[in-house]
């Protein structure tokens, strides 16, 4: 009897699939409407060790949610038969707190297929796994399409206001002024592999048409 060999699933990269957002090139302001997207998102009042390999490390509280993302994707594989790839950590950076800390939202983007079923299931396992009844304020986030001027860092991530103040400087000059606080997407994993002034930083914020 002749066996049948297990199905190879097709790995679906958000990075590709979203070429505008994570794709960018040095030097260039972009400005775009960002599609609807999904993300798993924690909220953390938190200080950062800065000099961590690719993107900023938490020091007063876990980075969780990305073991939320893990199953999730496990449960898009088995019930969907959707395969993805981590994608890169997001924070947005909406404020300084006391003690150094920041108020922020750090975050990971999920495939489209993604419901709030599967978050919910997904929420459950790690509790089960981690052995607590209760986790951080982990949340499922699903945006309305949004207007964003976006620009690639490249050098080490601390010093990516830098390239903030480029894309204020260049909003003043189209007419058109930051709604909100900015976003940084570290596209380099956090592994000692690579010198700090090759990492790469998409530095994004929402916009708004300036009022004369």
Not at 25 to 45: A, C, G, H, N, R
Not at 49 to 54: E, F, I, L, S
Not at 84 to 101: G, Q, S, T, V, Y
Request: with cysteine.
């Amino acid at each position: 009897m002749t066996q049948l060999k297990p199905k190879t699933l097709k790995t679906h990269d958000h990075r590709k699939i979203y070429r505008d957002i994570y794709q960018l090139k040095p030097d260039k302001t972009v400005i775009q409407l960002l599609p609807e997207l999904k993300y798993v998102s924690q909220s953390m009042i938190t200080s950062y060790h800065m000099n961590w390999d690719g993107r900023p490390e938490p020091i007063d509280e876990k980075w969780i949610a990305w073991k939320v993302v893990n199953q999730i994707k496990q449960i898009t594989k088995k019930e969907l038969e959707y395969k993805f790839k981590l994608m890169p950590p997001e924070i947005i950076w909406h404020r300084a707190a006391d003690n150094k800390k920041w108020i922020v939202d750090q975050m990971m983007l999920v495939a489209d297929c993604v419901t709030d079923e599967m978050f919910e299931r997904a929420m459950e396992r790690v509790k089960k796994n981690l052995r607590v009844k209760e986790l951080p304020t982990i949340t499922f986030k699903k945006t309305n399409p949004t207007l964003c001027a976006q620009r690639l860092h490249v050098g080490h991530y601390k010093h990516a206001k830098e390239t903030l103040q480029k894309i204020k400087e260049d909003l003043e000059a189209e007419g058109y002024q930051v709604n909100g606080a900015h976003r940084e997407i570290y596209l380099y994993p956090a592994m000692d592999c690579y010198p700090p002034e090759k990492c790469k930083t998409i530095v994004s914020v929402e916009i708004e048409k300036r009022s004369n």
